[in-house]
């Protein structure tokens, strides 16, 4: 009986004690006609053993790829300290630190966390943590919208530059709530938001989304989408790579006031590409919003004795105290994640978040400079950028990026799905952990596909330029 | 010592092996998007930063270390296995993002277990991406919304809710836009039948419940319910917080649910992680089938691959980034192989007798069980109503005293309507000899209390902190270090 | 500087106290002549990040290989809660546990793993390792040496059927000490050591080693060898797989009166295979030995509260205490695999230790059955096996296994290298961890390079059986 | 609580999940061959494993957690990278009898280290399967009689070694069949280079001498020692154990040394694993070079290959089953290419900076130094004489009484001939700030042994236990638990 330790002797006693026979006279109170559930077409268990043959099987099929794909999840190194501790059993097996006084380590790790992230963005205070950057991104909207007193209307102006399924995940969540969400276009040349564009929704906004870099890897103006906001009485919302914060302007320092709420996915500082998830999400905001803030936060306060140490505070926000009332549903979080970012960060430092993200420009420079050394593979927006870029190929993007695939290299993220005015176009991604070896074989395997099948795709037009302006 | 890490800090002191090379590289962006300050992050050795959060770990109660009756939440052994079995490099360093022709060794995980937790539920349908059970909550009361609004039935404005709910079932209900309606217990702990009937209505949109509820007992009546509720024309949402009491036993789709999540990081045993991460699958009825969040895995022949708001246009939509926690869902396969058809309800009965077995012996020794009359399920609720008169202690005294004895103390009042009170579940990785030296230590304590209540009022004694002031921590909120300048 | 975390401050402020003022100075002591060791040779430092770049590769080329060679390091299913907890820092990074006080988790596993292991072998003592199977065998034959007091000329006995580099070991280590070893033969037929072979060498014996399972995988009579040697009031040195120990008879019930010392490898619990080490080596023995015994030993005993607590014992036998008079140089010894096995017999028990040998012995009968169908593939020794067996091939060892290795199967250990008389013979091994899909793909493979090859191996004899008894 | 593993465990319990199925076979193995009892064994749940030994393992002190200033040991940081590295399935499913083809990777690896240690030891040849220091110590000293012995010098018998020598030295000459004749220390804690010169002769085969030596001063005259030695017609013999003083600073081979071991668990920062594994690799001058134990690693062209007693027909021979400890000769070459060419030397420098700044700490608060008039190297001495007789206290209860300050002990009563002495060595690894909280808290405890010395002698107290009863554990023997039978 896997993890289950009772003896037959055991069982004896312990129904005794009860004063039943059988095991199954405890369910007693169920009507009969519910028990008895078919696990028919569930497999038998398997030992360890087994289950290890079969999951290294399972994790070989998805193995060995040269990844180029950023588009929200970025490949970093983590130094091998970040995971041996976190899966130290006593981080990786408590509970949710209620008992404070049981639990003084992991809330004095996020209390450190807290202080980290807010010093990251530049911002007053942090939660510990939420589901993940898009859903942080849709806690960050209904938070400007409980405490924008200024605006009616529920008005979020939402950039198109704001990752696709951002997008998705705040429609999904807040529009329950009777919120609307107004996407704004991008400007086809520079691929930001242009604060021009912005002028004709100028009535009754709730709050910005401002994304940094954007989407597309591009570095937006945040400074004058910011001041641009808080001239309409919006909240600006910032939605960042938090890795990005160490070398670029952060929320806090954006505009003449700073962003009033940042938040962001935290999988860049120290957490695994995993197929996705699990991840976080961070969110920071200005202390006179700290009462809208959902989610777990830890305070410093003393004990009986006087000494330092760390609880839950302003509990009354949550769903445990609040229920029908609390700033959100969320209870378990990502606190595992956190206990892995806090280690990354004090492990990289100020000065070694700073060279990554330096490490990640060059890298993705030096891979635009190989890639558009090849005839037809064309750099689509004129802006700097940090650790991702567009690129226009000659050929059908879907066709190209499977091609690679027969070599292991994950060429990018095609962005036709989502943006059809980008027809053509891939989103590739290099950071600090890819070297010039790894720019060449790309560059190769590339220059490969495309003539070979150069014929067939002769058809194809740019007609992405075109599309863009139309907004699509 | 718990020394802040920024304590240890020193500018200029690095990790030195971590730091990527200098680069001296121009940069192109404008220099007022640069930023010029540097961020307050420790800068610490290697060596300093290891020890300070292994030490740091050493003050956290947790599974590895400590027995954890904490009701509601059901903390078991989370295999090692499974754990190691995650970290794998094909999973670990897979993109999301990937083709499927790249992902069919995760996807095929996921489609297993969404197979496996139709079977187990007797549902028809199952979307693995919501993040944690709220969020399975928050999905599943979406799907109830798009399903009567895809029938046009725009009036139903009414999410009920039993008294004894966890605190986000209203708290999602009204995240999707519904007001909440409080339906209170009857004596016997089940669901106050007259005062349902009362609450349904042409307004109603579903009612959420979980079977057995948060008081440890199993809604007796719970398919009259059902009837009930779908002839006002409302569904049910099933909390499947507790479906540890009756996993493999007993069907939620069998007892008439339409919808409801499963926590991953409970009956799965995916590891709490101090907080998270969970997982919250929601499972759903045919009818509910075309709402489900996406993305889902489909097998199409021998393949697998990802459906989409293309292939769902009736979806609810997308609810994370890219599709949940996939490594607690690969955790939650993992653990569901090792079970196994037998080992399913197993899980049940031996939750089971460990909760009635802990129960029978508090009750010998003199402690009242908020519903006497009911067997527990695989949890039950202690009130200590009479001991907090009589001695002047209360629940969280007698909780924090438990910790100075090396227990984790159960949940403590919750659910609300029981007077201090403190649900138990010690679930079935327990040992009988684990379970007996809680019950001493219990009975220790309520000796104590008669002896020398100031021990319990002052605890934990044994602790790295005493009591700590929580009033002072909201009152004088810190919740960022800032470092003494001097 | 990696893992140096002075800064340059903290430098100025040390040298200031002690009174210099470069770090040099602090060298001044050294002649100058010696001073400035060239270190052009060695390669720039890499980063962690490098580094596992470097080291990823590295594995990759020893990786995915089919393992079918034994011969001493088996691969067995390790829990992965046993390197799990294994590695905890507080394991890893613990010195000896020479302060007591602060080193009682150690302390009390060593105890537990003593008792385990005692028990294992049915003897009454365990040390708390030595450094390998090999190295623990030289031990056990120095303690020998030094026990019997009725034999005047150290002669030990030691048969060809004990693991061919722990007969090396055992030369290169007693050889120093004038300690005659004295190999015996095996019999060519059954592949063991004969007791009728024995009595030639009956005269003033110190010790006969006897191995459980043989380095053939075949299960000698423990019995009769053991009252022989008892006979000769020569002291009974068993070297097993400690696995096996669970199925077959352990030491101390071997004959009248049981073995004296067991010994061996401790890889089988718990260890990878990991290139050949660190293992560790296990030494039990009577009691009556117990102050021969080399190495560290935990024993029980309470503190100034009467509380219990352990603490390392009969130091006077080691060299920090007793130098030249030690009962060996040993000092360091291989305490976290001890660790590692220690954790593993918890977690296997008697019964899943059982299983295991059960499930080998199984798999092992299932490959020869599936490999000696192939035309040509014969078992050299007719006699009962453990999970290794001895396997004539039609063709030369070297050549087949080469050409299997092109498949990433590792067929087994030549035989012909050490045993010239075993000519085309590979000993070949199948643990609990292969399936029947695994002997199928041995079985393919191999009829395929034989039958490929066939034509230019004809002119090969098969002239084994013929060597073997002229005893080369 | 410290019960142990057999205090839980229960007939027919078992970790359920890694029990290899029941096979169903008949043995053909004869029945008296057969065990017919259960070896005594736990029987215990996973969950009871995993807490048991997480438990105990937070009885210890480690690197990880707690300022090692062990003298003689090099107690500093293991790399968590390295660790990591060396458990990446190409290595760890390594068999180590595979083809060298199969081989690559970990051979490139071994040569490499072979290549680097040649280097910072300044010597022409390297093997590096030595289990340990002790074992390199064997393999040298039989190196040496291997060379007298081929030149048909048979005559020397002698092994001298100084008075400071860890015990391993004396103990491995004998167990190469040698007698040791110890020579004394002078009072700078030199070689007595008269008692020297008086003990040299025809029956010298070496000296083994580390240098910096044990006491923890450099070896002025080592040129001189090595010029008598080597005149006299003997070898010399440097125990590497204080490598870390020294490390790309000074090399070995330049003072003379013929043969050497490493401490790979020392200098090259594995991790000591509570008493091993450690490595102990032996470098030799080119005239030892053939006698180097078996197997090497050899590079030919662009491939690896193993080297054995067939294509090194003087070796020494096999010392170990396969090559030694191979996971750390990888966890040591992968410490040396993170240091790399820059990083050896700061290794010396910043261990003696850490080493001379303590002293000059414990100096001006009144400790005496073993040896006042010279520097300390990585490590010195402290010696409480003294103290010992005017407060009547020991070096053991100062040693003691340190561990309730949260550090662990300096190593004790080592070297022998300094009396009541604590050999303090704080490694390159430590911060100034763990320095400085080591050198208040030694000062702290004087302060004790002179207003308060029963708190020193009564010392620990705030550990697990107390100060447990060595000499009871010496005469009543318990070596295995005894279940108590009822
Ligand atoms: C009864 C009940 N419902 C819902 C939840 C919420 O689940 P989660 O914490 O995974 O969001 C919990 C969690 O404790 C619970 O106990
Ligand atoms: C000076 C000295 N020499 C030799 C040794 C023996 O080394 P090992 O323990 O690796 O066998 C030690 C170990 O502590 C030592 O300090």
Not at chain 1, 129 to 140: I, R
Not at chain 2, 173 to 196: F, H, M, S
Not at chain 2, 339 to 367: I, P, Q, S
Not at chain 2, 450 to 475: C, G, M, S
Request: charged content about 20%.
């Amino acid at each position: 009986m896997p993890f289950i330790p009772h003896t037959k002797h055991d069982v004896q006693t312990m129904l005794a004690t009860i004063g039943v026979d059988k095991i199954d006279d405890l369910f007693d109170e169920i009507p009969a006609s519910l028990r008895g559930a078919s696990l028919a077409s569930i497999p038998d268990g398997l030992t360890e053993m087994e289950l290890t043959r079969l999951m290294r099987e399972r994790a070989k099929q998805d193995s060995d790829l040269l990844c180029f794909i950023g588009a929200g999840a970025y490949e970093h190194h983590i130094p091998a300290a970040v995971w041996d501790v976190t899966s130290r059993g006593e981080y990786l097996t408590a509970y949710t630190p209620y008992q404070a006084e049981a639990s003084q380590g992991t809330l004095q790790l996020l209390y450190e966390y807290q202080t980290m992230m807010s010093s990251l963005m530049a911002l007053d205070v942090s939660n510990a943590s939420l589901y993940d950057g898009a859903s942080a991104l849709a806690e960050a909207v209904l938070m400007a919208a409980r405490s924008n007193k200024n605006s009616k209307n529920y008005r979020i102006l939402m950039p198109r530059t704001v990752h696709p399924h951002y997008r998705d995940v705040v429609r999904a969540i807040v529009g329950q709530q009777g919120i609307e969400i107004i996407e704004v276009p991008f400007d086809p040349r520079t691929g930001t938001t242009a604060v021009a564009s912005l002028q004709k929704y100028a009535n009754d906004i709730t709050a910005l989304v401002i994304p940094q870099p954007n989407f597309f890897g591009v570095i937006e103006d945040v400074d004058a989408l910011t001041n641009w906001a808080h001239e309409q009485k919006a909240i600006a919302i910032a939605v960042v790579n938090p890795m990005a914060m160490a070398l670029l302007k952060a929320p806090g320092q954006w505009g003449k006031n700073g962003a009033d709420i940042a938040c962001g996915e935290g999988q860049p500082l120290g957490v695994p590409l995993a197929s996705g998830g699990p991840y976080y999400g961070f969110l920071c905001c200005k202390k006179e919003f700290v009462r809208q803030l959902p989610g777990r936060i830890v305070g410093r306060t003393v004990d009986a004795d006087g000494k330092q140490g760390f609880v839950l505070t302003l509990q009354a926000r949550e769903q445990h105290i609040r229920r029908a009332k609390a700033t959100s549903n969320i209870c378990t979080n990502q606190g595992l994640l956190v206990t892995a970012s806090t280690i990354y960060m004090s492990l990289m430092g100020p000065q070694g978040l700073r060279r990554t993200a330096l490490a990640c420009y060059q890298n993705a420079h030096a891979l635009r400079d190989v890639l558009t050394a090849i005839p037809g593979v064309e750099v689509v927006f004129a802006s700097p950028m940090l650790h991702e870029i567009v690129l226009r190929l000659p050929q059908s993007v879907d066709t190209v990026l499977s091609e690679l695939a027969k070599f292991n290299i994950q060429g990018g993220y095609a962005l036709n799905h989502v943006y059809p005015e980008l027809g053509n176009c891939v989103l590739v991604c290099a950071t600090e952990t890819k070297t010039s070896a790894d720019f060449a074989k790309y560059a190769e395997k590339l220059q490969q596909v495309l003539s070979k099948s150069k014929g067939v795709h002769a058809a194809f037009e740019k007609k992405t330029l075109v599309d863009c302006e139309k907004g699509v | 010592m718990s020394m802040l890490i920024f304590e240890q800090s020193q500018q200029d002191r690095c990790a030195a092996a971590q730091q990527p090379r200098d680069v001296n590289v121009t940069l192109d962006i404008p220099a007022h998007l640069l930023r010029d300050d540097q961020p307050f992050l420790p800068q610490v050795s290697e060596l300093q930063a290891v020890r300070h959060y292994t030490r740091l770990s050493r003050r956290n109660f947790s599974i590895d270390t400590q027995f954890y009756p904490l009701g509601s939440c059901t903390m078991k052994y989370n295999p090692r296995g499974v754990h190691r079995l995650a970290f794998l490099d094909g999973f670990l360093q897979h993109h999301p993002l990937s083709l499927d022709v790249h992902s069919q060794g995760f996807m095929s995980c996921a489609y297993e277990l969404q197979e496996i937790l139709k079977t187990v539920t007797g549902m028809k349908g199952v979307s693995l991406t919501p993040m944690a059970g709220a969020q399975g909550e928050f999905a599943g009361v979406a799907m109830i919304r798009a399903y009567h609004q895809a029938r046009g039935d725009v009036a139903r404005t009414e999410i009920l809710v039993p008294d004894a709910a966890h605190g986000t079932n209203p708290a999602s209900a009204v995240q999707c836009g519904y007001k909440v309606r409080e339906i209170p217990t009857d004596a016997d702990g089940n669901v106050d039948i007259d005062a349902l009937r009362a609450a349904l209505g042409p307004q109603t949109a579903g009612i959420m419940l979980t079977n057995p509820s948060t008081l440890g007992v199993f809604e007796e009546k719970i398919q009259d319910i059902a009837k009930m509720v779908h002839q006002a024309g409302g569904l049910l949402y099933y909390d499947g917080a507790n479906l540890n009491a009756i996993l493999g036993k007993v069907r939620p789709g069998d007892m008439g649910f339409d919808v409801m999540h499963i926590n991953l990081h409970k009956t799965f045993a995916t590891p709490h992680g101090g907080g998270g991460p969970g997982g919250g699958p929601v499972a759903v009825s045919e009818r509910l089938v075309p709402f489900l969040p996406t993305p889902m895995v489909a097998k199409v022949g021998d393949a697998y691959r990802w459906l989409t708001e293309k292939d769902c246009p009736q979806t609810i939509g997308r609810l994370s980034t890219f599709m949940g926690n996939a490594g607690i869902v690969l955790r939650a396969y993992m653990y569901a192989r090792l079970l196994g058809k037998d080992g399913m309800h197993r899980v049940a009965e031996f939750a089971t007798l460990n909760a009635n077995y802990l129960l029978a012996r508090l009750k010998a020794a003199g402690f009242t069980p908020a519903y006497p009359k009911r067997r527990a399920s695989h949890e039950f609720i202690i009130t200590l109503k009479q001991e907090a008169k009589e001695l002047h202690i209360s629940a969280l005294d007698v909780a924090k005293r438990l910790l100075d004895y090396d227990f984790h103390a159960p949940t403590m009042y919750f659910p609300l309507l029981v007077p201090e009170c403190l649900l138990i579940e010690p679930t079935e990785t327990e040992s009988k000899e684990a379970v007996d030296a809680f019950a001493d230590a219990l009975i220790q304590v309520l000796q104590e209390a008669k002896t020398d209540p100031a021990i319990l009022k002052n605890a934990p004694h044994n602790l790295p902190v005493r009591r700590l002031d929580e009033v002072k921590a909201a009152r004088e909120l810190d919740l960022v270090y800032k470092p003494v300048v001097e």
